[in-house]
Structure formats: structure tokens, C-alpha cells
């Protein structure tokens, strides 16, 4: 073959070279193709990675919760205002010395981001509520890629956290967690089947004492978990207002108030309105505890199912230590980094 036809075959794609050339080549690119990570966030939008990420700008608490947990804190870069402010902070602080200093930066929250700030922190990743849509067009624009999430349900939460997994590449140490989540809720689960009524149970969020969760929720799943029937379960609504007629109709039995710093389970023992319902006249009105170790949105949920099994069903989990469990529960997720945050109740 002469120069000319060499050079002729070769742009036209077909080199004559020794068989094992050509196959090489076809291996190599996909190799290059499989390395890529690739993970599907709540917008459905494909994320895209040529490797782990190393430096994440993380605007949302449960998955900066989530990157704790698998192990992935060095790779966090800046972090939500939120997690300087309330009861999250001593945790955080005792797992990261940047945070117990206040010097990791923080760049906005689940309600303003400075996208400036965040560019600035030069990350490769940024994750941040999905529905804040201007804000990730903004660094999209910028060709950082940005993992949106929404937690609705616990399955999201198990979603949520093979993806990080993915993006960090921790997937064993996710798969592990997810796993270990499921047995113990499964360990619960047979318990609460051995007893025979469930109790009506309403919740009552702190904006409100009549703002309440339906069927669309993280607190119905947790109800049902527990063994309680949520009174709200037949409206498919993840968050509503009801008036106090329809909750004297439904009489609960068991009220669970979330963190609530104004109000307490003895301000509505005591509140004149709500002497018709049972659960008030049997004394049984609780509080979650601070909102790091209630949280519904991060695998932690599973402590917060056995806090409440035994407010549902207090004969079978009366004698349940679940003050060590929280610590075992906690470490299994934080390592023993999180144990001086741990203060007895």
C-alpha cells in the first residue's frame, strides 16, 4: 500500500493495521464511558461525573446529613446557613472541627442562595432543594452540575442516599446503611404486628396546632410504622390545615407535637379546647425531641418510628431503653465522632 492509499483508508475510518488494534481501541472507550457517574436527581434531571466529587457545596440538611453519614465530610465545601443556627449545630460541630469554628462556609440555605459565594468555593457539585429553581439555573448556567432533592416518602430517603453514594463514591458504606435501616424498621415492624388495635395518633406541626400531615407524607409512613393510625390518613396531602371539629370527630388518642420551642405538650393538656379528646384526657400528648435526632427527611427516622411506637404502644415498648438506643442508633450512622453531642435526656 502506497502513502497515498495508506492515508486514504485511515480518514476514511478503515486503518490496515494488525488484527487487536482496532478492538483495543473500542475497549479503552468504553472503559472511559463505564467510569462515568451517572445518577437521576428529584427533578429526573441526569448528573453526569467524570469522578467522585471532591469538593460539594451542600445547601440542603438532610443530604449534608446523608455525606456525614457515609464518611464523606471532607469532601463538603460550604454548607447551609441553617446548620450555625438551632439544635443542629452541636452535632455538627462535634463531627467537624470546621463547623465547631464556624469556618466552613455558608452560602445560603433551602431560601437564598448567594450564587456568587457559591462559585466562588469553586465546587464540582452542588446539591440543593429541587424547587429552587432559579438558583440551580444559575449554577447550571455556569456548567456545575447541581443534584436537586425533594424528600416525600422514606423510600426518597433510601434514593437519595445511593445517589450520594454514587456521586462520592461511597455506595458500599450507603448500601450498608440502607440496609441496616430496613432491618431495624423490619424489627419494629414485628412488634407492632403482635398488637391488635392501633391507636388514632395526630400530629401536629409547630406552625400550628392545627396544621397537620395526610397520606402524602413522611408522617404517615412514620405513623404507620409505629403502629398508629394516622387521622388524616384518608386526605392525600402532605401538609393541611383542619378546623377543630373535624379533630374532636377523629378523637385521637395519641398526639405527637414536632419540635416546638413556644408550645409544649402541656400547653395543650392544659388548653381548655382541647379537654374533648381522649388524648388529652389520657395524658397522652408528646413532643419530639430536638430537631437533629427527630429528623424525618435523613435515615434518622428510624429512631424516631421506635419513639414512637412506644408512646403507641406503650405495654409492648414500655421497657425499651431508647435513650441508648438513639446512641447506638446515631453512632451506627456518625461513627463515635457524634458522642459528645450525645447528652442524656
Not at 456568587?116 to 424547587?131: K, N, Q, T
Amino acid at each position: 500500500m502506497n502513502r497515498f492509499s495508506f492515508l486514504r483508508a485511515f480518514l476514511l475510518g478503515i486503518v490496515l493495521v494488525s488484527p487487536g488494534i482496532i478492538p483495543h481501541v473500542c475497549i479503552a472507550s468504553e472503559l472511559v464511558a463505564s467510569s462515568r457517574i451517572t445518577v437521576t436527581d428529584f427533578r429526573g434531571k441526569t448528573i453526569s461525573l467524570d469522578r467522585p466529587a471532591g469538593r460539594i457545596v451542600c445547601l440542603i440538611e438532610s443530604a449534608l446529613s446523608g455525606l456525614y453519614m457515609l464518611g464523606a465530610a471532607d469532601r463538603v465545601v460550604g454548607i447551609s446557613a441553617n446548620v450555625y443556627q438551632g439544635d443542629v449545630y452541636p452535632y455538627y460541630a462535634a463531627m467537624d472541627p470546621r463547623i465547631a469554628e464556624k469556618s466552613l462556609p455558608a452560602p445560603g440555605n433551602w431560601d437564598f442562595v448567594n450564587i456568587e459565594r457559591v462559585i466562588a468555593l469553586d465546587p464540582d457539585l452542588v446539591i440543593i432543594w429541587s424547587r429552587q429553581e432559579e438558583s440551580i439555573r444559575a449554577v447550571e448556567e455556569r456548567g456545575i452540575p447541581v443534584f436537586g432533592v425533594f424528600i416525600g416518602s422514606f423510600e426518597d430517603i433510601y434514593r437519595e442516599m445511593r445517589a450520594l453514594g454514587k456521586l462520592t463514591g461511597t455506595s458500599e458504606r450507603a448500601g450498608q446503611l440502607i440496609d441496616a435501616a430496613k432491618e431495624e424498621l423490619t424489627r419494629i415492624g414485628a412488634k407492632t404486628q403482635t398488637v391488635g388495635k392501633r391507636p388514632r395518633v395526630y400530629f401536629m406541626w409547630s406552625q400550628g396546632e392545627l396544621e397537620t400531615s395526610g397520606s402524602k407524607s413522611t408522617v404517615h409512613e412514620l405513623i404507620t410504622l409505629a403502629g398508629g393510625e394516622n387521622v388524616c390518613g384518608g386526605i392525600e396531602q402532605e401538609h393541611l390545615v383542619v378546623n377543630m371539629e373535624r379533630v374532636l370527630a377523629w378523637d385521637p388518642e395519641v398526639i405527637v407535637l414536632w419540635v416546638n420551642e413556644r408550645k409544649g405538650p402541656k400547653d395543650i393538656l392544659d388548653s381548655p379546647i382541647w379537654q374533648g379528646v381522649r388524648a388529652v384526657r389520657t395524658q397522652n400528648v408528646h413532643e419530639l425531641p430536638d430537631v437533629f435526632s427527630s429528623d424525618l427527611w435523613t435515615l434518622k427516622f428510624q429512631y424516631v418510628v421506635k419513639l414512637l411506637a412506644e408512646w403507641c404502644h406503650p405495654d409492648v415498648y414500655g421497657e425499651a431503653d431508647l435513650e441508648k438506643e438513639r446512641r447506638e442508633i446515631f453512632v451506627k450512622l456518625y461513627g463515635e465522632k457524634i458522642l459528645p453531642a450525645l447528652s442524656p435526656r
